[in-house]
């Protein structure tokens, strides 16, 4: 590592993975960063979101958007957990008025049978390629994040058939034909596995899951739906680069999302930073964990959350500021910039 004087945003967000000593915590902002500027706007005014995510050109350019605009410490690729969905025969498509939808349920064995997690790299080798250009623009000076849908979320979206709250059907499934759920997970986490080496290999330092629907499930059933699946994953990772594991509303689940082996654990608004960082060994970091709302709010307002989180994890080593979920397509701008300013000034 470099010397203090001299370190890279790159060196200061693995070393926080790592829960070595920083001269501040590194920032980034969780998901879709830039899906609230305008230069990102007007590319989707003249491309659909699937175009965007297949094309690496355009990809890597909103990728780099936000850290162009705001010097993030990370760029996390633009893509979209359901690419591994539609790589195995489930297309998608974001709906204009919010939500997903996927082309079809999954309802039946023969609709998991006809899912091929084999040769996924012919139809999503896009995040790669955009990866490897994002690494030629940004050179060793800041961390690319690759990323994937935990096999449980994405399983819930391609049995709901879409965006669903409560995850009713999915749940329903893995009550009422367990090894079919399981058949499901199993492609779900091959295909995954694979897609994650690859984007290593382009270039990413760093790997996050998002486990979203993580909460959804009843706390009895997340471990052998959920953290399991996470754990076979990272353990085939390797520690080639360090993994994020972020668990949505696993109030009751801290100890099992431990177990997947993570390097860092993202944290949602809904529970106290420090209550968390307490019950979690040391040497596993925690990243979070702002309401997103803020984004929406005045700049005072997000500015002083910001400090009130920076100061209740002063001193802890392992320590990422992040959002507690994804950027709202309304953020203002001028909230972004105090939330990022206050992290980057902050001693």
């Not at 974001?94 to 079809?104: A, P």
């Not at 690319?144 to 409560?166: N, Q």
């Not at 979920?325 to 105090?338: K, L, S, T």
Request: glycine fraction near 8%.
């Amino acid at each position: 590592m470099s010397d203090e004087n001299t370190i890279t945003c790159r060196e200061r967000f693995l070393r926080a993975c790592q829960c070595e000593a920083n001269d501040r915590p590194p920032v980034w902002m969780m998901r879709q960063a830039g899906r609230s500027l305008p230069e990102y706007r007007a590319l989707k005014a003249e491309h659909k979101f699937t175009e965007l995510v297949q094309d690496p050109a355009m990809a890597a350019e909103v990728t780099l958007q936000p850290i162009r605009r705001f010097g993030y410490d990370a760029a996390v690729i633009f893509s979209d957990i359901l690419v591994i969905a539609e790589a195995m025969g489930q297309k998608y498509e974001l709906l204009d008025q919010g939500g997903v939808r996927m082309d079809f349920e999954l309802n039946s064995k023969a609709d998991v049978d006809r899912l091929d997690p084999t040769n996924v790299l012919d139809h999503i080798s896009y995040t790669p390629e955009a990866i490897k250009l994002v690494r030629n623009e940004l050179g060793d000076e800041r961390a690319i994040i690759g990323f994937a849908g935990s096999p449980w979320t994405l399983a819930s979206f391609m049995v709901e058939g879409g965006s669903s709250r409560e995850n009713i059907r999915s749940r329903a499934m893995l009550y009422n034909e367990p090894k079919l759920f399981f058949t499901l997970l199993e492609k779900i986490t091959e295909a995954t596995i694979v897609y994650l080496k690859a984007q290593i290999e382009a270039g990413a330092d760093v790997i996050q899951i998002f486990d979203s629907q993580g909460g959804t499930l009843a706390p009895n059933m997340f471990w052998k739906i959920s953290g399991l699946w996470m754990q076979q994953i990272i353990d085939a990772i390797g520690g080639a680069v360090p993994t994020i594991v972020f668990a949505r509303n696993v109030h009751h689940n801290w100890k099992q999302v431990v177990q997947t082996g993570a390097n860092v654990l993202g944290i949602d608004w809904g529970i106290d930073m420090r209550y968390v960082a307490g019950k979690i060994p040391g040497d596993v970091a925690v990243q979070g964990n702002l309401d997103p709302a803020l984004l929406v709010a005045k700049p005072e307002a997000a500015a002083e959350e910001a400090r009130r989180i920076l100061e209740e994890m002063r001193g802890r080593s392992g320590f990422i500021f992040n959002l507690g979920h994804g950027v709202p397509p309304e953020a203002e701008i001028d909230a972004i910039q105090a939330v990022t300013e206050t992290v980057q000034n902050f001693k």
